[in-house]
């Protein structure tokens, strides 16, 4: 599994528009006040996630954990952060949990394993930690104009969805409803809410990359459809060119705590 920077940087003002705000302040309120929280970001990229809660959370000590050097590499360098590059498969080291108040990722838990949140569960309640886990995809695609094989690619695509991406079989759609019972299990109270992008014809880079991401992914699934993705790629595409596009992906944010 793998992102570019250039990806990362295209998407980033969109997922910081889409995040449930209710949710992130159900986490930071779970925050011990009083106390400078240390907080763990997974999955942290170039460090979009920091971006969007540093102001949130007010003073805090960050890890930055990411498989990618080059991508942590683009952090903003902070007495306060620190990086850490890692393979996050198997969670192994449990030594970045330890001590952490907050443990975050984003576009994360749709793209690992049962086991592998289960696992994550069992190390955020060892550590007494809150989480937060936003834009989580959870299946629903729109796209506007309607065309009649949208429906079928999004089958294709969740069903790509569900592959292994590095950390088992992915739990795709069901990503936080899985992250809600591991943590429900444990004794967390549990929030969730959408944070879906609405992609408009403002945005049609993103809508690009989006509809070409999904083609591939259809195509890896059925082969033998390849054909008719291929015409259902350029049919899109010529609707972001002619400005009319509008695209909704469906995400969910969760935040998780113990009670006091």
């Known amino acids: ?51 969007y809660l540093s102001n949130r959370i007010g003073a805090a000590d960050w890890l930055l954990v990411d498989h990618d050097r080059a991508l942590l590499a683009r952090v903003l360098a902070a007495p306060s952060v620190e990086t850490r590059c890692l393979d996050l498969a198997s969670l192994d080291d449990r030594s970045i949990f330890d001590g952490r108040a907050l443990v975050t990722a984003s576009a994360l838990l749709d793209l690992v394993s049962e086991p592998w949140v289960r696992s994550l569960a069992a190390r955020c309640a060892d550590a007494g930690a809150a989480v937060l886990f936003a834009l989580n995809y959870d299946g629903r695609i729109d796209c506007s104009p309607a065309d009649a094989d949208d429906e079928l690619i999004v089958g294709l695509v969740n069903a790509h969805q569900r592959t292994d991406k590095g950390f088992g079989p992915a739990l795709g759609p069901g990503a936080t409803a899985c992250a809600a019972r591991s943590f429900e299990t444990l004794g967390y109270h549990v929030e969730r809410g959408r944070s879906d992008w609405v992609l408009t014809p ?59």
């Not at 449930?20 to 009083?34: H, N, S």
């Not at 999904?214 to 049919?235: K, N, Q, Y």
């Open 202 to 260: 403002a945005l049609p880079e993103l809508q690009r990359q989006l509809i070409e991401g999904w083609a591939g992914a259809a195509a890896e699934v059925s082969p033998d459809l390849a054909t008719g993705i291929g015409a259902w790629r350029a049919r899109r595409v010529a609707h972001v060119d002619a400005q009319r596009s509008q695209i909704t992906v469906g995400h969910e944010d969760l935040a998780a705590w113990l009670p006091s």
């Open 1 to 51: 599994m793998g992102f570019s920077a250039e990806w990362l940087t295209l998407r980033e003002p969109v997922d910081h528009a889409s995040r449930a705000p209710a949710v992130t302040d159900a986490a930071i309120a779970a925050l011990r006040r009083g106390t400078r929280p240390h907080v763990l970001d997974l999955a942290a990229g170039t460090g979009s996630n920091l971006r």
